[in-house]
Structure formats: structure tokens, C-alpha cells
């Protein structure tokens, strides 16, 4: 069987010889810039959307690569279309696109690298949300709070997350599985590691925190128009972690699993401490609109490997 292919500085290369410098400011500083897409049925979800995240958050950061949008667009068309075939047809793929400034001035001479671009395909880890779409996902508050924005904006998807990483291991040792849910410096719910997070009180229709504080998730506007074409209004709003544990139902939204039922904040139920009816809804309405069941196949390839060889 052909390796996997992935795309590296304008070469087309097996995913297993992908590589950057050490001497890259993305590895060094953590300064890449990233967006992580699913297919369904091999074809790649709201990759137009992505890339117009992706343009913001280069300008942000002030990378400009030589690839344009539509150069990264048939790239990515073309990768999927070709590492899909090493799958069951009825599997689908993640696919990571990052850029980063290329090497730093202080290792090469004084002046700037040239940006670096890649792009992979990985297998979709249903091994990881599997049970959680049936029996709920448990978050938990830890210390660690998150990224203020004067550090950088809420909206640049970048891959600098040591504060994912210190706050679900903190989340664990409370609570093994479970997911940090991160506080900002006024104790106001901003998102969970790698995921927005949804409440919904039957009075108040679904609520979300404000637009500013955190990342525009591809899947949460998703989510919120899913909602509108069923008549549930939608709301931006300053959010505490009393507000998560008296709603009526809970989700995390993120693009490679879609949507999640959380059922437990700090070791307590929310409300039966199982997935409610809302839940079942709106991931009925995304599969009917993506043409694929996403919880049904997760359940159908829960057990095949994810392939070490494929990871980033």
C-alpha cells in the first residue's frame, strides 16, 4: 500500500519524511500558524470558510506565504482525494494545514526565513469521542486560565496551546477524562482545550460567550445556524462555570468531532448527567446536512488504528 501523502514548502512528500527545521520560529517560539479540517465522505468541510480563517490569522502574525488561498485549496482538494483511497470508503480523514515565519533571523544571518507551509492527513481518532457521544463528556475548572487577549487575539488559531496541555493535565488528575474548561482573569467561562463550549437553558434559548473573548470555532457557526433553521435563538453572553452546571444541556463544538454532550462539571451531574434531547437534535439536523451519520461512524471505526506515522 502507497504511504500517505502530505504537502511540505511546494513538494508533494510521504507524510513519514515530513519535517522543519529546528531552527524554524515554529518550533522554537510555538509561532505557527494552523487550521485543522475534517472531511465527510472524503469531501472537506467548510474548507473555504477555514481558509478565510486561516488569511486572518497569517495577517495577524504578519506571514505571508507564496501559496495563495486557492493554491492552498486545490492542495488540500488534491491530498484528501489521494490518502482517502487508503481508507474505507465510508471512513474520513482530519487534515492539518499550518504556516509558519520560516527560521529566525538570530540562525540565519540576521535575516528572516522564508515561511514554511504544510499540510497532512490524518485518520479521524473516533476512538476519543465515541463513548462521550453517548454518555457525555466531563469538564473540569482548573487554575490554569486562559490566554488573556492582550497576549494575542481571541481569533488567531495558532499552535502556542502550553496552556491546553498544563490545563487538561490538571483536569485529569481531578477527574481522569475529563476536560479543562478554561476561566479567564474575571472567572468568566471562555472555551474548553481545543473546543467552544454551549450552553442552552429552556428560557433563554443557547448561550455562548461573547464573540471577542473567544476563537470564531468554524463549528460553533455551524452549530449556531443549525439552531436558527430550528427556531432556537442564539446569544452571546458573559458566562460563569454556575451558569454551565444549572443548564439544561451543555456541548463542546470543534471541527474533527462535530459536537459534543458534556453531562459533568467538577465531579457533579448536569441535570440527569446524560446527553439530552437538544444534543440529539442538532447532531441529527449536522448529519442530515453533511450526508454522514458522524456518530454512527464513530462507532463503526472506533477500533481501526490512527497511525502514529501520521501525526504532527
Not at 502530505?6 to 513519514?16: A, E, F, N, T
Not at 486557492?70 to 487508503?86: F, G
Request: with cysteine.
Amino acid at each position: 500500500m502507497n504511504p500517505p501523502q502530505g504537502y511540505l514548502d511546494g513538494r508533494i512528500v510521504p507524510v513519514s519524511e515530513m519535517a522543519i527545521s529546528i531552527t524554524d520560529a515554529g518550533f522554537t517560539l510555538g509561532t505557527t500558524v494552523t487550521e485543522q479540517m475534517r472531511t465527510f465522505a472524503g469531501n472537506i468541510f467548510e474548507l473555504e470558510t477555514h481558509l478565510q480563517r486561516l488569511e486572518r490569522s497569517l495577517k495577524i502574525v504578519g506571514i505571508e506565504p507564496r501559496e495563495s488561498l486557492s493554491d492552498l485549496a486545490e492542495i488540500a482538494q488534491n491530498l484528501v482525494q489521494q490518502n482517502h483511497l487508503l481508507f474505507d470508503a465510508q471512513d474520513d480523514l482530519g487534515l492539518t494545514l499550518f504556516v509558519t515565519p520560516g527560521t529566525l533571523p538570530r540562525f540565519n544571518d540576521g535575516k528572516r526565513g522564508s515561511p514554511c507551509v504544510g499540510m497532512h492527513t490524518f485518520p479521524l481518532p473516533f476512538h476519543l469521542w465515541n463513548t462521550h457521544y453517548h454518555q457525555g463528556q466531563s469538564l473540569s475548572v482548573t487554575e490554569i486560565e486562559q490566554v488573556s487577549p492582550q497576549c494575542w487575539p481571541a481569533e488567531l488559531k495558532c499552535r502556542s496551546r502550553m496552556h491546553y496541555y498544563l490545563a487538561d493535565q490538571s483536569a485529569d488528575r481531578t477527574e481522569p477524562g475529563s476536560r479543562a474548561l478554561l476561566l479567564d482573569s474575571n472567572h468568566r467561562v471562555i472555551e474548553a482545550s481545543t473546543a467552544n463550549i454551549i450552553l442552552y437553558k429552556k428560557n433563554q434559548g443557547i448561550l455562548t460567550p461573547p464573540v471577542e473573548s473567544a476563537l470564531p470555532g468554524i463549528s460553533l457557526l455551524y452549530v449556531q445556524n443549525l439552531a436558527q433553521h430550528l427556531g432556537i435563538d442564539w446569544k452571546h453572553c458573559p458566562i460563569v462555570p454556575e451558569d454551565v452546571a444549572q443548564a439544561d444541556e451543555v456541548f463542546l463544538s470543534s471541527t474533527p468531532f462535530c459536537l459534543l454532550p458534556v453531562t459533568s462539571l467538577n465531579r457533579q451531574p448536569i441535570q440527569d448527567g446524560k446527553p439530552g434531547p437538544l444534543f440529539r437534535q442538532l447532531a441529527t439536523a449536522w448529519s442530515v446536512c453533511v450526508g454522514v451519520d458522524f456518530i454512527q461512524q464513530a462507532g463503526r471505526f472506533a477500533d481501526r488504528s490512527t497511525g502514529e506515522a501520521q501525526c504532527h
